[in-house]
């Protein structure tokens, strides 16, 4: 599914299930040792899916541990993402010489929250939103916006190192499968040109949401 929003040159794997074995290294153990059961597995095949991504890269299998802000440290020469959700996980790795950061994110086709809308969107992707449920139910929008504001942030990250609000961008949704994310706050430099936008894609299926956003060089 994944495959669908990402360019060529990145190599996703994904898993729809917890049921293939996933040895962890000792540095990934530590992370998960007083961890629930779910919380484990789905922590196990995302580190499963990330080390067949990095083979497609051709490295061999080594531990993806987890960095600051809990994101994943990736080989050098490695960029990546990895998400989950309920019945979903998927690792995204790229060569670093094709692109900045990859930000990737996968989230259920439900309602978000009661409540939660408000501390994620502005007043104008509030008002979007509720015209793209009126015109296509079968979209939960407002989960999608989440969505996409969570691979903003993931892309953004590895470059800026620091934590960014949901209000640190703007986010427009296409429903023919695009987004575009306006930045509120200063943004990565790439070869000394401020990124103040960003562009991303989305797609749905099998009850998900997926976005994407690629930096390439």
Do not use: Q
């Amino acid at each position: 599914m994944i495959d669908d929003i990402l360019p060529p040159f990145a190599v996703a794997v994904e898993a729809f299930d917890d049921l293939t074995p996933a040895p962890l290294f000792p540095e990934e153990e530590r992370e998960v040792a007083k961890a629930v059961e779910k919380r484990r597995n789905e922590f196990a095949t995302g580190r499963r899916c990330a080390r067949a991504a990095l083979a497609g890269l051709g490295h061999p299998p080594v531990a993806v541990p987890v960095g600051e802000r809990r994101s994943p440290v990736w080989p050098a020469g490695v960029v990546g993402s990895i998400t989950h959700c309920t019945g979903y996980r998927a690792a995204v790795v790229a060569a670093d010489g094709r692109a900045w950061s990859v930000g990737v994110d996968a989230e259920n086709n439900e309602p978000i929250p009661e409540g939660v809308l408000g501390a994620v969107a502005g007043g104008t992707e509030r008002a979007a939103v509720a015209d793209l449920l009126a015109r296509d139910p079968k979209v939960c929008w407002d989960r999608l916006l989440f969505s996409a504001k969570e691979s903003v942030y993931k892309v953004c990250f590895p470059l800026i190192r620091r934590f960014m609000e949901f209000d640190a961008a703007v986010v427009t949704l296409d429903p023919g499968g695009t987004f575009a994310a306006r930045l509120t706050v200063p943004g990565p430099v790439l070869d000394g040109i401020e990124v103040t936008e960003l562009s991303g894609r989305w797609t749905a299926g099998r009850g998900l949401l997926l976005t994407a956003i690629t930096l390439e060089r």
